[in-house]
């Protein structure tokens, strides 16, 4: 059987521990995104021109690998969008 002077010892220990917890729950860090994530939330979405931008990046790919010969004219390229994962089918003319 605990004395009260143990009890309260124990407590108080309990108390340290939780208080070493809690330094241990600080000591998470924020950490910068890495620039490729940064830049994919940077388009935003809910955000048409974050949208635009990716199939304007796309079109402009599939353009130049239509004009070196490396597609067929008729070319689609499905891009998917890094954030809310909707596709979005891209052409050169449209
Ligand atoms: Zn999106």
Redesign the pocket.
């Known amino acids: 059987m605990l004395t009260r002077r143990e009890l309260l010892s124990t407590t108080l220990a309990g108390s340290a521990a939780f208080v070493v917890g809690a330094g241990t729950a600080q000591a998470f860090t924020e950490q910068a995104m890495p620039p490729d994530v940064a830049a994919a939330y940077a ?1 935003g ?2 955000n048409a021109a ?2 635009d931008q ?1 199939i304007q990046t796309a079109r402009a790919a599939l353009q130049g690998e239509i004009a070196s010969g490396a597609r067929p004219a008729g070319a689609e390229e499905i891009v998917a ?6 596709r979005m089918v891209v052409t050169a003319s449209n």
Do not use: E, N, T
């Not at 969008?81 to 909707?86: A, D, L, M, R």
């Open positions: 388009l979405c809910g974050g949208h990716l969008c890094p954030i809310c994962g909707c």
